[in-house]
């Protein structure tokens, strides 16, 4: 089976930096994926990554370790509007195998 | 029509109904999904389909069947439904089903089983 763990609740204030970790044992490896959910809405892409190392994208970023099982994904400069789920989510054999999902609350 | 639509937005349906979720895409994509958001669990993927012709099961696929005529739209069937089929399914397509399949979501539908 997949597994795919991530923190279920973080809080942090305005203009602060937040880091959620995933953490996954699944039977493939095809890339990682980072998805926003805001309450009552659909998912909306991130970030990819497949290689390790860092993918930044202004001020969402993106880390993969492939032999360690591990990501993050880092908010920065937090904004109330980061308010929302983030899913991490597994290409397993080009399906998708989501972790249950990390809630951020922004504090002003 | 933008992207991907789903209906009905939402529904309450009687146990041992049968019920038809319907999701439409108009960007051409040849992989199209079906996942239910259940608290606490995540998308879990119930059925899928790689290209037009084709379907797959995915995770949780006991109790809903699909079919894919044509390349546009994706139909999930529950055809008596439970109360534990109650959940927020969410309708999704990708370009292709190889690597770097990005996945677009469609706004979802809500699903109570009495």
């Known amino acids: 089976g997949q597994n795919i763990d991530q923190p279920t609740e973080m809080t942090a204030t305005e203009g602060a930096i937040v880091q959620i970790n995933c953490t996954y044992q699944t039977s493939g490896f095809n890339g990682l994926f980072w998805y926003q959910q805001h309450a009552g809405e659909a998912p909306t892409f991130l970030s990819y990554?497949?290689?390790?190392g860092l993918e930044e994208k202004g001020r969402f970023s993106s880390f993969l370790s492939r032999s360690k099982g591990y990501s993050y994904l880092l908010l920065k400069e937090l904004q109330m509007k980061d308010s929302a789920s983030y899913l991490c989510a597994v290409d397993n054999d080009y399906k998708l195998s989501f972790g249950a999902g990390t809630t951020v609350t922004v504090r002003a | 029509i933008a992207g991907i639509t789903q209906a009905p937005t939402s529904q309450i349906l009687a146990a041992g109904r049968r019920m038809t979720l319907r999701c439409t895409q108009d960007m051409r994509h040849n992989a199209m999904y079906w996942y239910r958001q259940d608290l606490g669990l995540g998308l879990r993927l119930i059925h899928y389909?790689?290209?037009?012709?084709?379907?797959g099961k995915g995770e949780v696929p006991d109790g809903y069947s699909v079919s894919r005529a044509n390349t546009d739209d994706f139909p999930l069937t529950l055809a008596s439904a439970v109360p534990s089929q109650t959940s927020v399914y969410f309708c999704a397509s990708s370009e292709t089903s190889g690597s770097y399949n990005e996945q677009f979501f469609g706004p979802g539908t809500r699903l109570t089983v009495l």
């Open positions: 990554n497949v290689l390790d």
């Open positions: 389909s790689n290209t037009a012709g084709t379907t």
